[in-house]
């Protein structure tokens, strides 16, 4: 099944098979397609790219299809990067981090930092905070290769 081409996100380049390849939800995802494109809310004389997670309901194209700014995407890249190094480690804390010291990291990136931090605001995060490490290492086999995958792309590129 081919991205369709005539909507206002314009794919440039484009992964067609994504749904063989979605992680857990490989051959049996709704997500059929990622691409790089011109982004849907350029206005006359801007240009933006961005990036899209295309899905099909097996009738019609989803409205549930995402588009991101690339920072974005790579914004989570680096979410998940040091969600992932906080977990490796989680197990040292009674309650997997220190209630004394919620902030993870401050990344820096244009014009401030990215304060990655548990949400101790969430009433349920003991509780979460299980259920998302359990998540996070049944995955770990998916996300560990998508990241070895990245970091070998990266070292390639000189970063």
Do not use: C
């Amino acid at each position: 099944m081919n991205i369709p081409m005539q909507l206002k996100h314009k794919p440039v380049v484009v992964v067609e098979n994504y749904d063989q390849i979605d992680g857990r939800n490989a051959y049996n995802s709704e997500a059929k397609g990622l691409s790089l494109g011109l982004a849907q809310w350029n206005d006359r004389g801007k240009v933006d790219i961005s990036a899209k997670i295309w899905r099909y309901t097996g009738e019609k194209w989803s409205r549930q299809s995402e588009e991101m700014p690339m920072h974005r995407v790579l914004d989570l890249a680096i979410l998940i990067s040091r969600s992932k190094q906080h977990f490796m480690e989680a197990y040292r804390y009674e309650k997997l981090y220190d209630p004394q010291k919620p902030v993870i990291d401050r990344v820096g990136v244009q014009g401030d930092a990215m304060t990655v931090a548990i949400a101790v605001e969430n009433d349920k995060i003991d509780e979460d905070l299980k259920l998302f490490a359990q998540a996070m290492s049944n995955d770990d086999e998916l996300i560990s290769e998508r990241l070895r995958t990245l970091s070998s792309i990266l070292k390639e590129m000189g970063y």
